[in-house]
């Protein structure tokens, strides 16, 4: 089971409390942009093989929405964090090379 701490409450939550939001730190796309930025913005995800970043809201708890960092392998769970934030933290880019020192970093 999943178990995911939410950083705006503290509560630690089991993936049943929580709603699955998607990829983090997308480049959102609106009026003005191209039709094919738009249509990347909408439909084209990564889908990786190990250390992922997420949106995640505690719908059964405080309601608010948060980032995780996390592997899609091994469902651990490197760090949660505030969802305000453009890309990830160092200290969570940190987290995750001390326990994968073959992460290669974040890309958008």
């Known amino acids: 089971m999943l178990i995911l701490q939410c950083p705006c409450c503290g509560i630690k939550a089991e993936e049943t ?28 995800r990564k889908n990786p093989k ?3 970043f997420e949106r995640w809201r505690h719908s059964a708890g405080c309601g608010k929405w948060f980032l995780a960092a996390r592997c899609t392998v091994t469902l651990e769970v490197f760090a949660t964090y505030s969802a305000q934030t453009k890309e990830p933290p160092q200290d969570v880019i940190d987290a995750i090379r001390a326990k994968r020192p073959d992460f290669e970093g974040y890309s958008k």
Do not use: I, K
Request: charged share 20%.
């Open 17 to 44: 409390e929580l709603h699955y939001g998607g990829e983090a730190h997308l480049t959102r796309f609106g009026p003005g942009s191209s039709d094919a930025e738009f249509e990347n913005y909408l439909f084209t």
């Open 50 to 52: 190990g250390v992922h």
